[in-house]
Nanobody, 125 residues
Framework: QLPLVESGGGLVQPGGSLRLSCAAS????????IGWFRQAPGKEREGVSC????????YYADSVKGRFTISRDNTKNTLYLQMNSLKPEDTAIYYC??????????????????WGQGTQVVVSS
């Protein structure tokens, strides 16, 4: 069993919202940087958003700035991705990730220690 399990994906119309959740098991999330990347068919993997555990700094891909928000609930050992104003180009499988790395290493260089199985997001009318 993978140590991270995503949920919350689905079909949504353009302009709609979804909140993805990712529950961790077997380790404590608050010791790690956390994040989300996505993979769309025929496209390269893209680091969407990452959150530092040391100073709370965040990274967002330019394509999602102002629309997506990453957060964590340490009491639930869960991370979230709130996605608003969704566009068809946001359609992808979204994966949560965690690692003892910087958020630049995680979101830009795709370095991480843990990952989930992914959850599908489809934005379509």
């Amino acid at each position: 069993q993978l140590p991270l399990v995503e949920s919350g994906g689905g079909l949504v119309q353009p302009g709609g919202s979804l909140r993805l959740s990712c529950a961790a098991s077997g380790f404590t999330l608050d010791y790690y940087a956390i994040g989300w990347f996505r993979q769309a068919p025929g496209k390269e993997r893209e680091g969407v958003s990452c959150l530092s555990t040391t100073d709370g700094s965040t990274y967002y891909a330019d394509s999602v700035k102002g629309r997506f928000t990453i957060s964590r609930d340490n009491t639930k050992n869960t991370l979230y991705l709130q996605m608003n104003s969704l566009k068809p180009e946001d359609t992808a499988i979204y994966y949560c990730i965690a690692g003892d790395v910087t958020i630049q290493d995680m979101c830009v260089r795709n370095e991480y220690d843990y990952w989930g199985q992914g959850t599908q997001v489809v934005v379509s009318s």
